[in-house]
């Protein structure tokens, strides 16, 4: 087996391999996925980058890049991409010219979502948590603005500052303080799709929301959604993504880490945000 | 002018009259709704019962009851049954047999969603602040079952007792503890059609939601409505609901207190759950 890696998530190692085999060797697996999914045991064979809703549900998180190489359809599931995909067009219900706050803009998800929105007319703003990711948001991705988190004493005044007419999307990647300070600035009818809430994963007691009252007086909607309820619309991703990606109106960036060594603190750093883009541990580049 | 009277609101004491006079001389107006509706001025002349969203905001409050009575098309605005209505047909998305619970579930809206809940084919759980409206709800109003949250310590226990395969619909009244509570016990692809959170309304600081989380791993969709948003669908009440009442299949309470003096113990009263069902201040009976 050649070109072995292992793609992260905040709640998974990802096994797949470069050159789209079908049968893998399942090496280790570590941790399993919060809505339930079986985790993979270490040394079963399984077929690589399954839903997470499948048999082997440990498997998952082929990016967008993937497709591009693959002739197998099973290696079709791009996780992020996918994600992205179904977050913004069925659970943003979007429209043209609305304004779309994405937090953690810099991940897998993060990058592409913005990506989808600007395309489809959206004025999009992300956060992330360093200057390199800022760069990268404004001058590779198109975001209209971005700023650092970690850089702004009061969550609430940024988007004030960016969003002076509020918010009509939020997709939602962090949760807690960053959740409350986008509740106050969001719109009449807004839509939080909630992907994920990184922040909260590690902490022994989740951060209180206090702002849940805008949810009644905006009239907003706030989903959560998994993109494994959603691979039948995955045909409608690929015909849609293909084009743009070839065309370079769509890009990407993944973070490789070399050497199994190196998974650990890969896989830790995803929480505090030091990936940038997909994060993918090659243990093999050959 | 004959048979005034006050409808009570969380957010506003509403102006309206026994008689369906369309002319009526407001007296006085107090507070004034969340959504930014008009606050009626003192003296000011007013067509009864309009919505909330008309220019004159702050007249509201029209029971299903008066319906019946009404031949004024004015008048057909029912506040509590057509937010009812459209909370649970319309954000629900209900499925027959399926598990809803309600909190608040004695007052003005509660006690409707619950009836119509029973009509479509759910079971039906409430929750209420005292025996006497645990009563009401299980005997008169024919939820399948009810609590008093006062008497429970651990309402995640109490709610794991009533909905052991957990709960497909949560109809949102209070917000705070119960909400929490809730997220935890909310099954995949749960709904939460978000009313009210009385509970939330006078604190300084707002209780943090801390199970938020849940929201993603069981995909749940939470939407805040206002009424006024669906008053396009009024007829469509209209027409479901008269013949209900007319055949005994829908019925409900109201909590009348006597003379203008006790409308401001009556409105603080709605904080503390003192009343049940649609709060109505009697100025003049005849």
Redesign the interface.
Known sequence: MKGQAFHCNHSQLDFTIFDHLVNLKVLFSLGHH??GSVPLKIGSEAVGNLPHHGKLGAIAGYGVARILDSSNPNFKKGMPGHTAYVGFYEVCSPKKGETIFISAASGAVGQLVGQFAKLFGCYVVGSAGSKEKVDLLKNKFGFDEAFNYKEEHDLNSALKRYFPSGIDIYFENV?GKM?DAVLLNMRLRGRIA????IS??NLE??????????????????????VS?YYHLYPKFVEMVLPLIKEGKITYVEDLANGLESAPSALIGLFSGRNVGKQVVVVDPE
């Open positions: 919060p809505s949760g959740l909630v992907c994920g809430m909260q994963y007691e989740p951060e209180g929301v206090q702002n849940l009252l805008c949810v009644i007086s905006k009239q907003i909607r706030m989903e959560g959604f998994i309820d």
